[in-house]
C-alpha cells in the first residue's frame, strides 16, 4: 500500500476498515471469463478465414488461396474479389459500428437496454430507405417512360441519412432539458414509434411492388453487398477511431449524475453530444448499409463486460468491436451455409445466437 | 497546481505556509436561486469560512441542496453573484474548478460496473484529462482517499454490492481525490449508521484543521451541525436567519422556531450545549393514544 500523503493524515478511518477477502468464487468467476475471452480471440481469425474460403458457390480451398493473390481462374477471382472479400469487410465493420455504437449508446443514456433503436437511427433509416424505394419506382410518367431514375445504389445513403436525422431531431428534442439520459431515451423511442408507424403506413399502402426487397432490407442482410458500400462505413470507422480514444474517460463519467460528472470537471453537454454524434453516426451509416441488425448493438456491450471482467478495463472497446465483428462475420457465414443456395439473412442469425447468449448473461448476472 | 493565489486575501499567506493547496472561498453576494423561474432561494449572501467547516442546517426544502448547488457552480444564479478567486463561479472552465473546489451530491445514483478503486479514479479526472496515464501522484491520491475513508480493502467490490455506508464512503472518497481545496458535500452522512455519521464529520474536521480545506455541507442533525461547525449557517424558506459560531445559536431560540419541535438544551462538557427535541410544536391535536385517560 502507498503510504498517506502527509503524516499528520494517518486516518481516524483507517482504525474503523474492516479486513475482507474477495470470495474465492469471484476469482474463480474470472478465470472462466478470462478463459472464453481467450477462445473468442482464437476463434475470430478462424471465422474470419472460413467466411472468406467457405460460400454458396463450392470453391477448392487451393483455387480460392490462389484467388487471393489474383492468380486463381477468372470465375474464382471474380467470387473472392467482388464478393466473398468485400462481403465479409463490410461484415466485419458493420459489426464494430452496431457494437461500438451499443456500447456508447448505453453509457450515455444510462440504459443498458439502448441499442441504435433508442435514438430513432434504425427507425429514421428504415423509412428513409422505403421514401427512397418508392421514389425509385414511382418517379416515372403514368405511360411507363421514365421521368427521372434515382439509381439504386444510393439506398445506403438514404439510409444512413434518414438515421442520422432521427438522432438529430431525437437531440434537438432532448436539449432543453440538459440532454438528461431519460428526456433522450424518451424522446427517442417515442419519435422512434412515429417513425416505424409511418414507414408500415408505407408498406402497406404502396409497398406491394417492393415488398420482398424492403422486407430483406428490414431484417438485415449482407447480400451482394460490395466495396462501393465501403465509402458509407469507412468515414465513420476512422472518426471513431480518432474519438474514441478520447472518449474514454467522458463516457464513463458520464455514467454518474450529471452533477457528479460535472462537478468532477467534464463539461457534460459537450461530451454528451459529441458521444451521441459519434454513436448515432457509427449506426446509421451500419443500418444504412445493412439494414437495422438486431441485438449485434444490445448484446456485445454486455457480452464483452462480462468477458473483460478479469482484464484490464482498457480492453473493453477493442473487446466489443472484435465480438461485433466476429459475430456479424459468423452469422453471415451461418446464414449462407444453412439453407445454402438460398440465404438466411444475418440479422436473422444474429438474433438467434444473441438472445440465448443475452439470456445467460441476464439469469446469471441480471 | 495551476492556481494563482490570490493575494488581496490576508488568510492566504497564514495558510500557505502550513499548506502546500492554494487557499480560496467561495462568497454569494445577494443571490436569487431556482429553477425555473420559481426563486428557492432570494437574496441570500453568504461567505464561506476559509479553512474551516461551514454547516448548513434548516428545515426540508429550506434551500440547501440549491445553496451547495449554486456553490458547486451547478446553478447559476438568476440574480446576484456566486464567486471564486474573483471569478464568478459559471465563468470558470470546469476542469479548472473542479481542481479547486468539489461538490458531491447527496445520495448519488449508483453507476453500473464500476469497482470502488475505479470511482474514486473518476475524482482524477480534473488532473488528469482526457489522455494521460495515472501518475504515482494519481494514485497516491486515490490510496490516500480510499485510506482516509477506510476503503483500502474495498477497491475491488463492486459499487453495488457493497452496503449504503460503504458506497457513501466510497463517494466521498472519490471527492477527497479530486484534492480540490474545497469541499462541498450536500447531506454526506445520510444513510450512515450513527458510528459511520461521526466517522465522517471527524474526517472532514480534520481535513480542514490539516490540511487547511474549506468545507461546506449540510446536515439534518442539529447536534452533530452544533458539535462540528466552526461557522453554522441556518436556512428556513430560502432565507437566512442565521450565521456565525454555533455556540451563538443556540442563545437564539432560533433552532426551535425554526424547526416546530420544543426541548431543551443539556450541556456537555467540551462540546457546549446540545439539544434534545421532546415534541414537535406543529400537532396542535395530539393523537388521543397520546393523553393519558
Not at chain 2, 168 to 185: G, H, M, P
Request: positive net charge; charged residues 15%; contains cysteine.
Amino acid at each position: 500500500m502507498q503510504p498517506a500523503p502527509s503524516s499528520s493524515m494517518s486516518g481516524i478511518a483507517s482504525s474503523l476498515k474492516k479486513n475482507r477477502k474477495i470470495p474465492a468464487q469471484q476469482l474463480s468467476g474470472s478465470r472462466i471469463s478470462g478463459g472464453l475471452l481467450g477462445l473468442v480471440i482464437f476463434s475470430f481469425p478462424i471465422v474470419v478465414i472460413l467466411a472468406i474460403f467457405l460460400g454458396t458457390v463450392d470453391l477448392e480451398t487451393a483455387e480460392t488461396l490462389f484467388a487471393l493473390f489474383g492468380e486463381g481462374s477468372q470465375r474464382t477471382d471474380t467470387i473472392i474479389a467482388f464478393q466473398r472479400l468485400p462481403r465479409v469487410i463490410v461484415g466485419l465493420l458493420v459489426g464494430v459500428h452496431f457494437a461500438l455504437s451499443g456500447a456508447l449508446l448505453q453509457a450515455i443514456t444510462r440504459n443498458p437496454l439502448a441499442d441504435p433503436t433508442i435514438l430513432g437511427v434504425s427507425q429514421g433509416a428504415t423509412l428513409a430507405v422505403m421514401l427512397f424505394l418508392m421514389f425509385a419506382v414511382y418517379a416515372g410518367n403514368s405511360d411507363g417512360s421514365q421521368l427521372f431514375t434515382i439509381p439504386l445504389e444510393y439506398l445506403p445513403l438514404a439510409g444512413c441519412l434518414g438515421g442520422l436525422i432521427a438522432g438529430f431531431a431525437v437531440y434537438l428534442l432532448s436539449w432543453q432539458s440538459g440532454l438528461s439520459p431519460l428526456r433522450l431515451t424518451l424522446m427517442g423511442i417515442a419519435l422512434g414509434a412515429v417513425l416505424h408507424a409511418l414507414a408500415m403506413g408505407l408498406l402497406a399502402g404502396w409497398g406491394s411492388t417492393r415488398m420482398e426487397s424492403i422486407l430483406l432490407w428490414m431484417s438485415g442482410s449482407l447480400y451482394a453487398r460490395g466495396w462501393d458500400h465501403l465509402i458509407y462505413l469507412l468515414p465513420w470507422t476512422v472518426a471513431s477511431l480518432f474519438f474514441l480514444p478520447l472518449l474514454r474517460r467522458p463516457v464513463r463519467l458520464l455514467q454518474l449524475e450529471d452533477d457528479c460528472a460535472t462537478s468532477f470537471g467534464l463539461s457534460v453537454p459537450l461530451w454528451r453530444s459529441l458521444a451521441l454524434a459519434v454513436g448515432a453516426g457509427l449506426a446509421a451509416s451500419a443500418v444504412g448499409v445493412v439494414g437495422p441488425v438486431g441485438f449485434i448493438g444490445l448484446v456485445v456491450p454486455h457480452l464483452a463486460r462480462y468477458l473483460s471482467r478479469g482484464t484490464n478495463q482498457h480492453f473493453y472497446i477493442p473487446i466489443v468491436a472484435l465480438l461485433g465483428a466476429g459475430l456479424v462475420v459468423g452469422s453471415d457465414l451461418i446464414g449462407r451455409l444453412l439453407l445454402s443456395p438460398n440465404e438466411v439473412p444475418v440479422g436473422i442469425i444474429a438474433a438467434l445466437l444473441g438472445v440465448p447468449v443475452f439470456l445467460v448473461l441476464l439469469r446469471r448476472y441480471g | 497546481m495551476t492556481l494563482s493565489m490570490p493575494s488581496s486575501l490576508p488568510e492566504a499567506t497564514v495558510f500557505s505556509s502550513s499548506s502546500p493547496r492554494e487557499i480560496s472561498s467561495i462568497s454569494l453576494d445577494n443571490v436569487t436561486l431556482g429553477y425555473s423561474r420559481q426563486p428557492v432561494v432570494e437574496g441570500l449572501s453568504l461567505n464561506l469560512q476559509q479553512g474551516k467547516v461551514n454547516i448548513l442546517i434548516g428545515p426540508n426544502g429550506c434551500g440547501k441542496s440549491t445553496l451547495l448547488r449554486a456553490m458547486a457552480g451547478l446553478l447559476k444564479p438568476t440574480q446576484g453573484s456566486a464567486v471564486l478567486q474573483g471569478k464568478e463561479l459559471h465563468k470558470w472552465p470546469r476542469r479548472t474548478l473542479a481542481r479547486a473546489l468539489s461538490f458531491l451530491p447527496q445520495a448519488p445514483e449508483v453507476p453500473e460496473n464500476m469497482t470502488i478503486g475505479q470511482l474514486v479514479e473518476q475524482g482524477r479526472f480534473a488532473h488528469r484529462g482526457l489522455i494521460r496515464a495515472l501518475t504515482a501522484e494519481d494514485r497516491e491520491a486515490v490510496s490516500w482517499a480510499l485510506e482516509q475513508t477506510g476503503l483500502l480493502d474495498y477497491r475491488e467490490r463492486s459499487m453495488r454490492t457493497v452496503s449504503g455506508g460503504e458506497r457513501q464512503r466510497a463517494w466521498i472518497a472519490t471527492a477527497l481525490a479530486q484534492q480540490a481545496s474545497i469541499l462541498l458535500l450536500d447531506e454526506p452522512t445520510t444513510y450512515l449508521d450513527l458510528g459511520h455519521q461521526l466517522e465522517v464529520l471527524e474526517l472532514l474536521q480534520e481535513l480542514s484543521t490539516t490540511q487547511g480545506l474549506t468545507i461546506a455541507l449540510s446536515l439534518h442533525e442539529i447536534n452533530h451541525a452544533l458539535m462540528f461547525a466552526d461557522s453554522l449557517t441556518l436556512l428556513a424558506n430560502g432565507k437566512l436567519l442565521y450565521s456565525g459560531p454555533p455556540q451563538e445559536l443556540v442563545t437564539t431560540g432560533l433552532i426551535e422556531s425554526t424547526f416546530a419541535i420544543r426541548g431543551q438544551y443539556l450541556n456537555i462538557p467540551g462540546h457546549g450545549p446540545l439539544h434534545i427535541a421532546t415534541s414537535s410544536q406543529r400537532r396542535k391535536n395530539p393523537l388521543p393514544l397520546a393523553r393519558t385517560a
